[in-house]
T-cell receptor, first 113, second 115 residues
Framework: QKEVEQNSGPLSVPEGAIASLNCTYS??????FFWYRQYSGKSPELIMF????GDKEDGRFTAQLNKASQYVSLLIRDSQPSDSATYLC?????????????FGSGTRLSIRP | KAGVTQTPRYLIKTRGQQVTLSCSPI?????VSWYQQTPGQGLQFLFE???????NKGNFPGRFSGRQFSNSRSEMNVSTLELGDSALYLC??????????????FGPGTRLTVL
């Protein structure tokens, strides 16, 4: 079982709709969770982080964390063509400062006009 | 504030050669991580350096090594290159403490092609 799992997609969403991206993780001790966006041919860019159970909103983006279910999600409201990219979920494993940061394989999102 | 820089941006090497990649983190960031990205394997963690010490290591053979200098700049070395080492190598920097370690800023990457 992979440590961080994402549906590879592609996920196709019409412009203006809500895009919902999901991620599950295997290490129950994971403390911190991140969403990165990667455009084709570019490097990943951090767009959201969440550390506590519940929702965290930033503009059109909402990250949701459920530690009991070991589940993280990213909602993108009012999806725009510029949101078309691969979204990488990441989490830190373990408790110490030597914990690793593990990335999922990414979900490809396509916003259709 | 300047972002993470990586040099060179592109490299072509042949099997058996060695290569050194360089990364300069964002000013004030003392943690530098290296990743290998390929279409098949995704983003794979290589190692992390903090204050000139390797703090963590991924599951890569010993041919992959790195170091960090007192100014936080980091280098990664791959010896005896294999065809499978062809990939995008990404460097990321972050603040050193606690949860912020995962808030990483990536450089543009070095595209390595092994022939």
């Amino acid at each position: 079982q992979k440590e961080v799992e994402q549906n590879s997609g592609p996920l196709s969403v019409p412009e203006g709709a809500i895009a919902s991206l999901n991620c599950t993780y295997s290490d129950r001790g994971s403390q911190s969770f991140f969403w990165y966006r990667q455009y084709s041919g570019k490097s990943p860019e951090l767009i959201m982080f969440i550390y506590s159970n519940g929702d965290k909103e930033d503009g059109r983006f909402t990250a949701q964390l459920n530690k009991a279910s070991q589940y993280v999600s990213l909602l993108i409201r009012d999806s725009q063509p510029s949101d078309s990219a691969t979204y990488l979920c990441a989490c830190t494993t373990g408790y110490s400062s030597a914990s690793k940061i593990i990335f999922g394989s990414g979900t490809r999102l396509s916003i259709r006009p | 504030k300047a972002g993470v820089t990586q040099t060179p941006r592109y490299l072509i090497k042949t099997r058996g050669q060695q290569v050194t990649l360089s990364c300069s983190p964002i000013s004030g960031h003392r943690s530098v991580s290296w990743y290998q990205q390929t279409p098949g394997q995704g983003l794979q963690f290589l190692f992390e350096y903090f204050s000139e010490t390797q703090r963590n290591k991924g599951n890569f053979p010993g041919r992959f090594s790195g170091r960090q200098f007192s100014n936080s700049r980091s280098e990664m070395n791959v010896s005896t290159l294999e065809l499978g080492d062809s990939a995008l190598y990404l460097c990321a920097s972050s603040l050193e403490s606690g949860r912020a370690r995962g808030e990483q800023f990536f450089g543009p990457g070095t595209r390595l092609t092994v022939l």
